[in-house]
């Protein structure tokens, strides 16, 4: 891992520090998973009163990595048609009007549609947060996406340390719809912008004495980044991160007390696994950007994911909470993919287009990791289980070598 080389055309001085930007792409972090980790816990309680049934609660578990996978795709589409700052706010208002629904369900059809509303709000805010990044940050992407990705941790891990003490009491509608107002606050700061780039662009067009032909918008360049070598590496190396990730954030408690843990100890286990999200969220985008090739990171993942494997197989009883841990500094490769869509890009246009792609791919990936392992946990059992993840993380370590180089996007494009 080869420190970063100094860049010989840096300017003396930064650009002013655009404060409500990042007060806005950090409230947008916090809100990109409330409406997955906010109902987990509580759904035995919902199902109770309206009647989920077992198939109810499948389909509700299936729809975050189905509802990001559908508008990784989707959004760059979106993004051809409207700013970032406006589809960022319907982002937002969409996720609110989802989970008020939710709160407000008399049935699991009403539970159902809100978790769709609300989903596709957090999926596309998925997709809209590096290219904010990278169009008010361009050199600040490491910093930024340390706080944004910090963000997404934390928007992770509370939802679900608070979802049964707000139930128990206020009951389970408010401990769900709250989080609403926190979208409706995160869109604030866009709206504040949208006023006042119109002001600007007012104010141009004023002083303007040759109209449209001086300062025309220029067309928005099409980036396909399934034709470009980076596009396709990062796509790959952020779907077989979520697929191993997935998978162990649905059957880790499983996975625990299928090694003598009790119940109590398997819940612990992926609070622990997914708290150690906000290490890797602090560590990993410094070093991807101080770095030119931050392999070493994927290195590092990689072995503490083996360690885990090799530890849960042929010693559960020595250190439980050991291996667990190991797990968890397994995810970290995960705001590395984040970063590397910005650093591995040249332009706004650029971030859109590979965090669309690279997403759509990884969430749909991520779908099917639950699938297959939960199959061969129950199947024959933990071990094949373990080596199917083991041959996931092959594949990663191949697709991962030629996204970490230091290539661009745009300039890598068939």
Known sequence: MTPRSPRAGARGSA???PVVALVGVILVSLNLRTAVTSLSPL???????????????????????AMFALWGVLTPIALRRMGLEMLTVLAMVAAAAGQVLRALAHDPWVMGAGSLIALAGMGIGNVV??????????????????????GLQLGTVVPALVAVPVEEA??????????AVLAIVAAVPWIVEILRTDHEDRTTAATST?????????????IRPWRSPVGVALALF?????????????????????????????????????????IAALV??????????PYAVVVVSMVCYL?????????PDVAPWLWICFLGVGPSTFPLCLTLINLRTRTQAGSAALSGFAQGVGYTAACLGPIVFGVLLSGPGLGAGLAFLTAVLAVMAVVARTACRPRMLEDTLR
């Not at 759904?43 to 990595?65: K, Q, R």
Request: include cysteine; glycine fraction near 14%; charge should be positive.
């Open 307 to 315: 360690a885990g494997f090799a530890g849960l197989l042929w010693a």
């Open 43 to 65: 759904l035995g309680v919902i199902d109770a009163e309206i009647g989920l049934g077992t198939g109810g609660m499948s389909l509700l578990g299936m729809v975050p990595t």
């Open 129 to 150: 947060a590096p290219p904010l990044v990278k169009k008010y940050f361009p050199r600040h992407v490491a910093a930024v996406s340390m706080a944004y990705i910090t």
């Open 210 to 222: 040759t109209g449209r032909a001086a300062g025309g918008t220029a067309p928005v360049q099409r």
């Open 238 to 278: 952020f779907g077989t991160n979520s697929l191993c990730t997935y998978a162990f954030f649905t059957w880790l408690p499983a996975v625990a007390e299928s090694i003598g843990m009790t119940r109590a100890e398997g819940g612990l286990a992926l609070a622990v696994y997914s708290a150690i999200g906000l």
């Open 170 to 179: 206020a009951g389970w509608r408010v401990s769900i719809g709250w989080w």
């Open 15 to 17: 650009l002013a520090f």
């Open 284 to 293: 990993v985008p410094w070093a991807a950007g101080r770095f030119d090739d």
